[in-house]
């Protein structure tokens, strides 16, 4: 039943809901209140940085780039200089194929270099019979061409140096049945082809056309296979090629590239890069969302092969994409496309109380979320160095994220409402030195989600008739307090910080709860000096501007055997589903909601059945949309969702799987 439920999720719940609440543009009254591949990273002065494990890694992944480019003495240095790392089984059979393929080619050149001297020297009878045992011994490899040629070109001097037409007629088609009965089919076309130049022969003419097809579609497979090789994510069509091929005619060398395929399949490591991060807020770093990616890529190299980003900087920037392109799976298949490469890691960060960095793993080619992750810190270089953290989250498996969340939930601290006599805190002062560390808004563990009867979720209000006014009552007077409180706290928080834009929004937050409170206007009038001025744009035609409203995803909750649903579920579930909402949403951080709820005393229960707790939770955090839902065990698993419009507490739209 897990495995069901993890399964089935993705799929159904993530795209079908999605899809369900993305399908209409948001309502006009919605507000707003805010590559080829890189080569072996292991090389030159860097040596020094990694294990022999991962020298040993790189080095293969240079053996079997080179045998997909057939430069077989660089692939063989590649995994001589593995062994050297890692004396495997595997290392030792690849280096014995390859010598015994160089061997080979030394041989085959040999060859060929012999036939041409005899034919220097006026010999063609002695050239013609080397030249058809090289086409016996090389016609199904590489040097095929050329022998083929030096063999029509002595078969030409000896029908010079008068051969009559019946001789040689009797002679190749002699030869040509032989090479039929070894099958050996190129060396059979040839013969065949030289007998029906001597005298013509009806039945001998249609033989000849048809192993010449098969010899031609044997080639041509050959071909499109060794293009496709170049491509690590087209290996499978490579194979098939290649099998198609060994049906027709199956020879050592067709066996030999289905066994370098098999094994560069068996080794294949998917592409992936970073695009620009993001930026949301005052960070006070320039390019902020470029050094985050940059340093990010480089945590990937011991799972994946990295795409170098100023590859993917390139195609955005020659396809001119817009801005949304982190959030638009159309414009990622068309990068991933050009810029070879199958992960993209996307993502945003931050800025406000502390800095956050949430990032999401995207298969390109699909559009699918893979995995997602969130760090966190007091200032850019703290959220810096949890970057290895991050990338890590990125590379777990949906049963380790989970176990991870659940971790990371059970350390996290709870907030406590504020005291309720507690008094106003006076108007803060500018510090004289370095500003104070920031009050994190988001580094909380989210509320319990037991207590909600399942009938509370079919008493959602339905949207009004147009035109009927929506009138939700004024918070209760305990509420209200830990609202005033609370902003001013933060805007306390970010004045002395100097981050006064945000800490004028919420002070015009607290001035609509306590109108006539002195020391708010005291507040408002310090800080109303300090904002910059708007931006003034001159162009006559302004770019048009698309505030998307901000939506949370919170943790859904599960009515199931806890034997059949694993723990934590329901946090997953909303974490997946939320990027799915990106493209026409701003899709705020679930923990910044729950900062806010334990501040205010607000449960799950509270925001699940009360639009009144909805309306002043979503003023405060700034958000328009919460989306809700439930895991329901049934024969399997029924799962809905729920986006409620904070503002005026009707439901906005709904899904279920």
Do not use: C
Not at 66 to 75: F, L, P, S, V
Not at 100 to 106: T, V
Not at 343 to 361: D, E, M, N, P
């Amino acid at each position: 039943m897990r495995q069901f439920l993890f399964r089935s999720l993705p799929t159904a719940l993530l795209l079908a809901t999605a899809a369900a609440f993305t399908a209409q543009t948001p309502p006009d009254n919605a507000r707003d209140d805010r590559a080829t591949p890189s080569a072996n990273p292991v090389s030159g002065t860097d040596q020094e940085k990694y294990t022999d494990q991962e020298k040993y890694e790189a080095a293969l992944t240079d053996g079997l780039l080179a045998m997909a480019e057939q430069k077989w003495d660089e692939a063989l240095v590649a995994f001589e200089t593995a062994q050297r790392y890692s004396d495997t089984e595997f290392v030792r059979g690849e280096i014995a194929k390859l010598r015994l393929r160089l061997d080979m080619e030394a041989t085959a050149k040999k060859s060929i270099s012999d036939i041409e001297k005899v034919l220097e020297e006026g010999r063609p009878e002695e050239a013609a019979k080397l030249a058809q045992q090289a086409v016996w011994e090389f016609g199904d490899g590489d040097a095929a061409e050329q022998v083929v040629q030096l063999w029509l070109q002595a078969d030409a001097l000896q029908a010079a140096a008068g051969q009559s037409a019946a001789e040689r007629f009797r002679r190749y088609r002699e030869e040509g049945e032989r090479a039929e009965q070894e099958q050996n089919l190129r060396a059979a076309v040839l013969a065949y082809e030289q007998a029906v130049q001597a005298k013509g022969d009806a039945r001998l003419q249609e033989k000849l056309g048809k192993l010449r097809a098969q010899l031609d579609r044997y080639d041509a497979l050959r071909r499109r296979a060794a293009a496709l090789r170049r491509d690590p994510q087209r290996l499978e069509e490579a194979l098939a090629a290649l099998r198609e091929a060994a049906a027709i005619w199956d020879t050592f060398q067709v066996r030999q590239d289905l066994d370098a395929y098999t094994v560069a399949l068996q080794r294949r490591r998917d592409t992936l890069s970073v695009a620009e991060f993001e930026v949301r807020g005052e960070l006070g770093v320039a390019d902020a969302g470029r050094t985050v990616a940059d340093e990010l890529l480089p945590h990937f190299k011991a799972k994946y092969d990295l795409v170098e980003r100023t590859q993917i900087e390139r195609v955005v920037e020659e396809l001119q994409l817009a801005d949304g392109f982190a959030d638009d799976p159309d414009q990622q298949r068309e990068v991933s496309r050009l810029a070879k490469v199958r992960y993209l890691v996307v993502g945003s960060i931050r800025g406000g109380s502390g800095v956050t960095i949430q990032a999401r793993l995207v298969d390109a080619q699909t559009g699918l979320v893979v995995q997602v992750g969130k760090v966190q810190g007091a200032t850019v270089d703290d959220a810096l160095q949890a970057l290895p953290e991050l990338a890590k989250q990125l590379q777990m498996t949906d049963e380790e994220k989970l176990a991870y969340d659940q971790e990371q939930a059970r350390l996290a601290k709870r907030v406590e409402p504020p005291a309720e006599d507690a008094p106003l805190p006076p108007p803060p002062e500018l510090p004289d030195g370095a500003a104070p560390p920031p009050l994190m808004v988001d580094a909380v563990a989210p509320p319990p989600l037991d207590g909600i009867p399942q009938g509370a979720w079919g008493r959602f209000p339905a949207p009004p008739a147009a035109g009927v006014p929506v009138v939700l009552p004024p918070p209760e007077p305990l509420l209200q307090q830990r609202l005033l409180r609370v902003s001013l706290q933060l805007g306390d928080d970010l004045f002395r910080r100097r981050r006064f834009a945000d800490a004028q929004r919420y002070f015009d937050f607290a001035l609509t709860l306590a109108p006539g409170n002195f020391d708010i206007h005291v507040r408002l009038g310090r800080v109303r000096p300090l904002v910059p001025p708007p931006v003034v744009i001159v162009d006559p035609v302004p770019p048009a501007v698309i505030l998307r409203p901000r939506l949370a995803v919170l943790d859904f909750v599960v009515y199931s055997d806890p034997l059949a649903a694993p723990p934590g579920i329901g946090a997953w579930t909303a974490r997946r589903l939320a990027p799915y909402f990106r493209s026409g949403y701003e899709v705020v951080d679930p923990g910044e909601v729950y900062w806010w709820m334990g501040r205010l005393g607000l449960t799950m229960r509270d925001v699940v059945e009360s639009p009144i707790a909805r309306r002043w939770l979503g003023r405060a955090a700034g958000i328009r949309y919460f989306v809700l839902g439930t895991i329901v065990q049934t024969a399997s698993f029924d799962i809905s969702a729920y986006m409620l419009d904070a503002e005026f507490g009707y439901l906005h739209r709904s899904a279920t799987v």
